[in-house]
């Protein structure tokens, strides 16, 4: 992962997800392996700690780009 840091407390993710192809898919299905995958590899201390989560798809670039930010409350 590019940039890596470990995120403590809480957070928000975006997500951005390029569409493999014309396929039915499901983008919610997608976010709980994410998760765990950044609390695996140490980016996050707990996937519990999410304030926030912007999903889409897109059409170009990388597979999957992950932005994580610490959450500031308005």
Same mark, same amino acid.
């Given at each position: 992962?590019?940039?890596?840091?470990?995120? #403590?407390?809480?957070?928000?993710?975006?997500?951005?997800?390029?569409?493999?192809?014309?396929?039915?898919? &499901?983008?919610?299905?997608?976010?709980?392996?994410?998760?765990?995958?950044?609390?695996?590899?140490?980016? /996050?201390? &707990?996937?519990?700690? !999410?304030?926030?989560?912007?999903?889409?798809?897109?059409?170009?670039? &990388?597979? !999957? #780009? /992950?932005?994580?930010?610490?959450?500031?409350? &308005?």
């Amino acid at each position: 992962m590019r940039g890596q840091t470990v995120i #403590e407390g809480k957070f928000e993710l975006k997500i951005r997800v390029r569409r493999p192809d014309n396929r039915r898919r &499901d983008l919610d299905n997608l976010l709980k392996a994410l998760s765990d995958g950044l609390v695996k590899g140490g980016v /996050i201390n &707990d996937d519990h700690l !999410c304030e926030s989560i912007n999903i889409r798809w897109v059409y170009a670039g &990388d597979p !999957c #780009e /992950i932005e994580i930010t610490p959450f500031v409350s &308005d």
